[in-house]
Antibody
Framework: EVQLVESGGGLVKPGGSLRLSCAAS????????MNWVRQAPGKGLEWVSS????????YYADSVKGRFTISRDNAKNSLYLQMNSLRAEDTAVYYC?????????????WGQGTLVTVSS | SYELTQPPSVSVSPGQTARITCSGD??????AYWYQQKPGQAPVLVIY???ERPSGIPERFSGSSSGTTVTLTISGVQAEDEADYYC???????????FGGGTKLTVL
């Protein structure tokens, strides 16, 4: 059974940093591209970043480019999101999501999410 | 930046057919995906690659594509289908993920 479990969320002050983790199990992690998707309270879904299976290709939404860094450790079956210079508008539930198979940009499995609150 | 457009809300009675549309200029070139999200839960994939249904998703969920519009159809809507539905695709280069604004399906 595919499982994605996020951790690392919490309350942080504006300008602060936080590192999110996503532990993957139930599939060959090193074979899949992975993503972070966020959802602000009461709002819709927003794609944040993606990383290819071997970390060769990394992409970011304009809203986080230059502040967030995605990475992965295939030996530990883990995905990370380093978030710096956090702003109030970064407050959201952050989900890690696996790329679906067979081409296209879509997400077939999601974690339960971790809440990040940016507030003074 | 690239956008996908969905209606904010759709309402249907139980047993009727719900159709939720999503429009975007790159949809003829990029696959569309649909997610169901219930309050307090993570999204669940219900349609992938425009019209494919993942295992475990009821047959009443179907997807179609025509030009710059994709459509999620739920036939014989049940009360348990009440949720937010999001379409998702990629920009024309296939690099960046993009979500529609979401549609709240209300079962009357």
């Amino acid at each position: 059974e595919v499982q994605l479990v996020e951790s690392g969320g919490g309350l942080v002050k504006p300008g602060g940093s936080l590192r999110l983790s996503c532990a993957a199990s139930g599939f060959t992690f090193s074979s899949y591209s992975m993503n972070w998707v966020r959802q602000a309270p009461g709002k819709g879904l927003e794609w944040v970043s993606s990383i290819s299976s071997s970390s060769s290709y990394i992409y970011y939404a304009d809203s986080v480019k230059g502040r967030f860094t995605i990475s992965r450790d295939n030996a530990k079956n883990s995905l990370y999101l380093q978030m710096n210079s956090l702003r109030a508008e970064d407050t959201a539930v952050y989900y890690c999501a696996r790329d679906s198979e067979g081409g296209g940009v879509g997400f077939d499995y999601w974690g339960q999410g971790t809440l990040v609150t940016v507030s003074s | 930046s690239y956008e996908l457009t969905q209606p904010p809300s759709v309402s249907v009675s139980p047993g009727q057919t719900a159709r939720i549309t999503c429009s975007g200029d790159a949809l003829p070139k990029q696959y569309a995906y649909w997610y169901q999200q219930k309050p307090g839960q993570a999204p669940v994939l219900v349609i992938y690659k425009d019209s494919e249904r993942p295992s475990g998703i009821p047959e009443r969920f179907s997807g179609s594509s025509s030009g710059t519009t994709v459509t999620l159809t739920i036939s014989g809507v049940q009360a348990e289908d009440e949720a937010d539905y999001y379409c998702q695709s990629a920009d024309s280069s296939g690099t960046y993920g993009v979500f529609g604004g979401g549609t709240k399906l209300t079962v009357l």
